[in-house]
């Protein structure tokens, strides 16, 4: 069993991997553990704009500075 604290990593077979049952600032906490453990580039799509500010906010917090975060424009897409 992991904890927040020792997230499960992807292995070099498996190049997606999904946690759940996140809730609140864990999702956070986790990706900047794993990015700790593991130098990798992490890939990590939000639902909205709102959520994406508040996960950027929550792992500048978490990492202390020490991770680089890089975000794509968003773009809206209408039917």
């Known amino acids: 069993m992991s ?3 020792n997230p499960p990593l992807p292995d070099r077979d498996r190049r ?3 946690w759940h049952q996140l809730y609140g600032s864990a999702a956070a906490l986790a990706l900047a553990e794993a990015t700790r453990a593991d ?3 992490y890939v990590v ?6 959520e994406l500010e ?3 906010a929550e792992l500048r917090f978490f990492a202390n ?3 680089p975060l890089l ?3 968003d773009w809206e ?3």
């Open 39 to 41: 130098r990798r580039l």
């Open 77 to 79: 897409v209408l039917p």
């Open 45 to 50: 799509i939000a639902d909205s704009v709102h």
């Open 3 to 5: 904890s927040l604290l």
């Open 71 to 73: 975000r794509l424009p």
């Open 54 to 56: 508040r996960l950027t």
């Open 65 to 67: 500075g020490a991770l």
């Open 16 to 18: 997606r991997l999904r």
